[in-house]
């Protein structure tokens, strides 16, 4: 069997950044697996600005962001094998893929990085009544279609779910001259960012209904039209607030689920919470030697977040490669919140393995204003951060020091905890 | 004076901005920002404001067989000149080899601003 130090599964932002890392941390047996014909993952059909403000200074399109990382990559020699699928992952690390050119083959695998992405919320997993005709698309095959294939899906078009996807392709549609209607969005709160509401909505007076939800689809072969009502505090449709828009498409923009499947069968450990691998410090799963980054893990909001994660997952799969990353996991330390985080990635930490710094990201699972994150080792408050609004749309970050603990002592508690300012 | 309440778009932060208006439309003050490019955004949104452009445009003779080219105006161009830019590249098919920051259309829409490729079609 052919034996690989670093395989890495997925060759988007997160597989990118991590193999780039790994070969910086002197890693040479590194190879990336890739089902699609090019790398660059969903960045290639994101052709929208606002990439790369934090990695590079500068406000980059999707695929401009992942040549950057496509070109280290290439200029390191990495070995990369696109078209091919991942079919599974043995707990003992052995990796088994297939292509047209190899047909099924393994590999023994010394480390493993997950970096699968994510997914789109279906409609099948939505619920939503009425007729099946074509017209129902999800917000990014939408955008794979217009941007990558050139076909428009529809002309009059209805949006469920205010997510980031959703949003963008609210803009595109206009541009390309369809008549976006309006966005219902079933939460009180949009699931995008802010800046996409302003630029992709105001801009083109396309109105957001909150706390609104599609309750009938009419069609028989393709759409015809929404009907959308207002919904409660518990999420049900009001009587009487029903409302019919006329469209022939229907986009849905409802969440993204990390695509774990190969993780599950390989028997990593999953939070019912984020959907993701549960992780430590070193971002290393419950199987030791599988790492994962990006999307699968928990779904981010800015792709540069997802690189820097990723680098850091490649790096420490390179130090567990050369044996540096300490095997005993008993002193791992699970990262405790309260009055707000609905979940922490790391969900533990072990001070003794972690470097100079650990970034720690979570989401708040509701609007919140006028805040304080405080993070305590212990009873001693170590950050002490003032955060105007927090929204479930929007990622949280903490850089966690090393230093921090070296101050502190023996550390038996860590907690993360919003208070009211 | 006139208040205009704006939501800044520059960083994922989306900080809320309250630009005040003197009587003859020029900028008294903004608040809300956090950092000086919030300031900057606020002053220039009620004055003459401006959106970076992305679209796709139509490539041939790419050996991969991909059908579009992604494309952005160089810099941010006038807000209300979106829809000009829109259709002055509805019609362009470029012609493969492009790459990153070849010029599809100069000068698009009269805005003195270049329409550029934002991916390789080799």
Not at chain 1, 47 to 68: D, M, Q, S, V
């Amino acid at each position: 069997m052919e034996k690989v130090n670093i395989v890495i599964v997925g060759g988007g932002p997160a597989g990118l950044a991590a193999a780039a890392a790994a070969y910086d941390a002197g890693e040479r047996s590194i190879l990336i697996l890739e089902r699609d014909s090019m790398l660059g993952g969903i960045l290639n059909q994101c052709i929208h600005n606002g990439f790369g403000l934090h990695t590079f200074k500068e406000e980059l399109t999707g695929p401009e962001y992942a040549k950057r990382f496509e070109d280290q990559v290439e200029a390191r020699g990495i070995a990369c094998k696109l078209n091919t699928m991942v079919m599974d992952i043995s707990p003992e690390k052995v990796v088994t893929a297939m292509n047209r050119t190899d047909g099924m083959f393994t590999i023994e695998a010394g480390a493993v990085v997950l970096a699968m992405g994510c997914r789109e919320r279906s409609r099948g997993a939505l619920n939503i009544p009425g007729y099946r005709p074509a017209g129902i698309y999800s917000a990014g095959t939408a955008q794979r279609l217009v941007n990558i294939e050139g076909f428009m899906p529809g002309r009059e078009v209805v949006i469920l779910g205010s997510g980031d996807i959703g949003l963008i392709m609210a803009r595109r549609m206009t541009l390309e001259g369809a008549k976006v209607k309006v966005v219902a969005e079933l939460m009180p709160y949009s699931g995008g960012l802010k800046r996409n509401i302003v630029q992709c909505l105001d801009d083109f007076g396309i109105p957001l209904k909150l706390s609104h939800t599609v309750v009938d689809i009419q069609g028989k072969d393709r759409v015809t039209g929404v009907t959308i009502a207002e919904v409660d505090s518990r999420n049900k449709p009001i009587p009487g607030t029903e409302e019919f828009y006329s469209c022939d498409t229907l986009l849905l923009s409802c969440g993204l689920l990390p695509e774990n499947e190969l993780s599950r069968q390989a028997g990593v450990a999953l939070s019912p919470v984020t959907n993701g691998p549960v992780v430590n410090e070193s971002l290393e799963t419950s199987i030791p030697g599988v790492f994962a980054a990006g999307n699968v893990l928990h779904v981010h909001d800015l792709v540069d977040y997802v690189s820097e994660e990723a680098a850091a997952a490649g790096r420490n799969a390179a130090a567990y490669v050369r044996g540096d990353l300490v095997e005993d996991r008993s002193h791992e330390i699970p990262l405790e919140f309260a009055g707000g985080p609905r979940y922490t990635v790391p969900a533990t930490l072990d001070p003794a393995k972690m470097g100079d710094a650990v970034t720690i990201r979570f989401r708040v699972g509701a609007v919140m204003k006028n805040r304080f994150v405080d993070l305590y080792l212990d009873d001693e408050r170590v950050l002490h951060r003032r955060r105007q609004v927090m929204a479930p749309g929007e990622m949280e970050e903490l850089v966690l020091k090393k230093s921090m603990f070296e101050k502190h002592g023996e550390t038996s508690r860590i907690t993360i905890r919003v208070e009211e300012a | 004076m006139e208040e205009r309440n704006l939501i800044c778009i520059n960083c994922p932060m989306g900080c809320p901005l309250t630009v005040t208006l003197g009587d003859d439309g020029s900028v008294i003050s903004v608040t809300g920002n956090t950092c000086p490019r919030g300031d900057a955004y606020g002053r220039k949104e009620v004055t003459n404001p401006t959106r970076i452009v992305t679209s796709s445009v139509p490539v041939s003779g790419a050996k991969s067989g991909m059908a579009m080219v992604s494309v952005k105006t160089a810099s941010d161009i006038p807000k209300g000149k979106i829809f000009d830019v829109v259709s002055d590249i509805k019609k362009i098919t470029v012609t493969a080899p492009v790459h990153i920051g070849d010029i599809v259309k100069a000068n698009v829409a009269g805005t003195g601003i270049d329409m550029i490729a934002t991916r390789d079609v080799e």
